[in-house]
């Protein structure tokens, strides 16, 4: 954590997105740790579940905004985070709960999927140098596994008859496999951006 | 509800989809960054080799309009001081002194020109400010010029390309246009290194119908550094006008 919020200090060329995504990074392990916990004592809270899935898909998404150089992808993502804002709020504001587990993060899933999909195509196209020392690459492969994984979980927690725990060590081995994405991110940031040259 | 083995099987398929179309949407992704690098390189060999040809030819010309003239004029000088009365001789002798005082500013102005190792031994902002105070006393010029990079350190190929900027303007300035005053800045905000040129000139749009000499190699230059253009003096009537910026965290 200290780490990765050194990193975001000392990069300052994607100032915003970079900071956004520390913020992120931090509040997303806190927040994913301790809802783990929490399911493991039986004391999950599905409001409290799905508001911590609203703000992460709100950050991302100005983080994909910020990636995102055309027009019309930032039209959309707009359009499509206000919409899933408005359908999380709606749930509260109209007393939805008794609405089938699922639906919220299924719409959810199917608006981010295709959104770190795209921005990380459309980034990747700009990039003329090595993709693999750039650290946005890996950040936003990391972000296409841990979406995926996540949209996977969701998506079949609901249709197989598996222990609810099984669905958290999945999520468990995802955020792993999306973490290390992000070290290797890490190690691809410059050193200090006030030092220059080739 | 379907059997166990059943759900495993969709389980472990829809995982496999999942993970090989991943898979395919990162070589596809890879695949395409390479060919990108590929034309990147062609076309940084492309703007070195075009850069180089520019900047032979700019020696070329600068040794047969500046040096070429004054040498057959000392020639012409010497062959005539047979024909000349005795006292006529001192003055002669004289006037080819400082002809060939200014063939060997010249020629110490291109080598100077030519040379990469002025800006590694004295940095950029003394190889500027030389350059600078040589062409304004050849030329009468006013040039004012102001160099605020802090707390960075800039490589030599780095500083190379930004002097050979700068001086490409110049060279631009002083041949083809009428100018009287240049102002020259040169400061670093957050990881940007910004250049701002102007002059007064006013004759650049006329003589060459809005394409100044070098135009071409500063391009290069810029493109070489990854630099983005603000502004940019293609045809103008009163005076010069550019502007760059640069990435300090650039692989040359």
Redesign the interface.
């Known amino acids: 954590m200290v780490i990765f919020y050194l990193a975001s200090k000392n990069y300052s060329r994607f100032d915003t997105p970079m900071k956004l995504y520390s913020g992120l990074f931090f509040f997303a392990f806190l927040a994913e740790y301790s809802m783990m916990i929490a399911s493991f004592n039986k004391i999950s809270n599905w409001a409290i579940d799905n508001t911590f899935l609203m703000m992460e898909a709100v950050v991302l998404g100005r983080v994909f905004y910020l990636l995102n150089d055309s027009k019309l992808i930032r039209k959309v993502i707009v359009i499509l985070i206000t919409g899933y804002f408005i359908f999380w709020m709606s749930q509260y504001a109209f007393r939805l709960f008794d609405w089938p587990r699922g639906i919220d993060r299924s719409i959810r899933d199917s608006i981010l999927f295709p959104l770190s999909l795209i921005t990380t195509y459309t980034y990747c196209d700009k990039v003329k140098g090595d993709l693999l020392k750039d650290p946005w690459f890996w950040i936003l492969s990391g972000f296409i596994l841990n979406i995926a994984g996540i949209a996977f979980r969701n998506g079949t927690a609901s249709w197989f008859e598996y222990k609810y725990s099984f669905f958290y060590y999945f999520l468990l081995v995802t955020n792993v496999i999306t973490y290390f994405a992000f070290i290797i991110a890490l190690k691809c940031f410059p050193k200090n951006s006030s030092s220059s040259g080739s | 509800?379907f059997s166990?083995e059943f759900?495993f099987f969709?389980?472990i398929g829809?995982?496999t989809i999942?993970f090989l179309s991943?898979i395919i949407?990162?070589i596809m992704?890879?695949v395409?960054?390479g060919r990108?690098?590929q034309q990147?390189e062609i076309a940084v060999k492309d703007a070195i080799i075009t850069t180089q040809e520019d900047e032979q030819n700019r020696i070329a010309e600068d040794i047969h309009d500046d040096i070429g003239p004054m040498l057959s004029a000392i020639k012409l000088q010497v062959a005539n001081l047979s024909e000349l009365e005795p006292n006529e001789i001192t003055q002669s002798i004289d006037q080819i002194e400082d002809h060939l005082n200014m063939v060997i500013n010249n020629v110490r102005g291109v080598a100077r020109n030519l040379s990469s190792q002025l800006i590694s031994k004295y940095g950029l902002e003394q190889s500027l400010i030389e350059n600078i105070n040589l062409v304004s006393a050849l030329k009468k010029l006013k040039i004012d010029f102001k160099y605020d990079v802090k707390?960075?350190?800039?490589?030599n190929?780095?500083q190379i390309n930004i002097y050979r900027i700068i001086r490409e303007l110049l060279t631009n300035s002083v041949k083809h246009s009428n100018c009287t005053l240049i102002n020259i800045g040169i400061k670093n905000i957050?990881?940007f290194l910004i250049i701002k040129y102007s002059d007064n000139g006013d004759k650049i749009g006329e003589t060459n119908g809005g394409k100044s000499m070098g135009q071409t190699n500063i391009k290069n230059r810029i493109n070489l550094l990854k630099g983005k253009v603000i502004s940019f003096s293609e045809k103008f009537d009163k005076g010069a006008k550019y502007e760059f910026h640069f990435?300090?965290?650039?692989?040359?």
């Open positions: 509800m166990k759900q969709w389980f829809l995982m999942i991943l949407f990162f992704i890879l395409k960054n990108v690098r990147a707390n960075i350190e800039l490589n190929d780095y957050n990881d990435p300090i965290l650039v692989i040359i």
